[in-house]
């Protein structure tokens, strides 16, 4: 994840800023679609409000010039920092159409109980999906604080079963000495010859 809002597999560079959001838990971001029955709409769904919002992170990468099948387990790692003593980073990735259609096809969420103020280094298991990303299509990765009524609002306080609520100042790192980043498990095309 670059701090322009790219997505390559290039080094960040040393002293690349922060990406930075507020997350408010007075005003969540909205579940929109995914893979849990009880969620709004069910299965995938464009994402372009979503990715509206002001505090939602959007990293996508360039035009694909192949087709790249991703199967498998899909992690992401990021190096965050929280005002608040508790706070939930979210996850998703999503396959982005030549339209520039956004359709989400796995997420994942990690909650840091206490400490949240300090930066440190969080995986978010998004599970596993089986895709293939067309040619002409892009990959995208979002980052936010919430996602309701899928996952329950952290209220940033680290107090779960209180009433009070604050809002979180959230800053996602993406340097060289910090990287956040996605592994998708890319499944080699067999009809392509092999270089040693």
């Known amino acids: 994840m670059q701090a322009n809002g790219g997505l390559n597999t290039t080094t960040p560079p040393v002293h690349a ?7 408010n838990p007075a005003d969540p971001v909205p579940t929109h679609g995914g893979p849990m029955a009880a969620t709004p709409g069910r299965g995938p769904h464009d994402q372009s ?9 959007v990293f996508t990468s360039d035009v694909l010039k192949e087709d790249l099948e991703v199967t498998g387990p899909i992690r992401v790692r990021l190096h965050v920092q ?13 396959d982005v159409d030549p339209d520039g259609r956004s359709l989400n ?21 998004l599970w596993s999906t089986s895709n293939v990303f067309l040619a002409g299509h892009r990959i995208r990765v979002q980052i936010t604080n919430s996602c309701f009524p899928r996952w329950d609002r952290n209220l940033n ?19 060289a000495n910090r990287p956040s980043y996605i592994e998708l498990p890319v499944v080699p095309d067999e009809n392509k010859p092999f270089d040693a």
């Open 82 to 94: 929280s005002s608040a003593p508790s706070t939930d980073w979210i996850a998703r990735l999503c």
């Open 157 to 175: 306080t680290g107090d779960q079963a209180g009433t009070e609520l604050i809002i979180a100042h959230q800053q996602l790192f993406h340097d």
């Open 105 to 125: 096809l796995t997420d994942g969420i990690f909650r840091i109980n206490n400490r949240a103020d300090e930066t440190q280094e969080i995986e978010i298991d």
């Open 17 to 23: 800023d922060p990406s930075e959001i507020d997350y």
């Open 49 to 57: 409000l979503v990715e509206s919002r002001p505090d939602v992170l």
